[in-house]
């Protein structure tokens, strides 16, 4: 089975199945998310062009956005296994 963390969630409020996820699936999770980061930076470094608004503020938000994302995802589940929710 694939990662469900990396699948589209179209479940109520944009949420993965949670119960699909076990621990060993965040690692590779966060490793393609900060790679992709890190793609995105050194884009936006190697940039020769004029600064933007586009290019200096809107483009590292949207870097952030993936591994903003799994760990919500991960966070929750800590929260939910430590407090037996």
């Known amino acids: 089975m694939s990662n469900p963390i990396f699948a589209p969630w179209e479940r109520l409020f944009n949420l993965p199945c949670f119960a699909e996820i076990g621990e060993g699936r965040f690692e590779p999770a966060f490793e393609a998310a900060l790679a992709d980061a890190r793609a995105d930076i050194a884009r936006i470094v190697d940039n020769s062009e004029a600064p933007t608004c586009a290019g200096a503020v809107e ?11 799994r760990l919500t995802i991960w966070l929750n589940i800590r929260m939910e296994r430590r407090t037996g929710g």
């Open 59 to 69: 483009a590292p938000i949207r870097s952030r956005r993936p591994i903003e994302k």
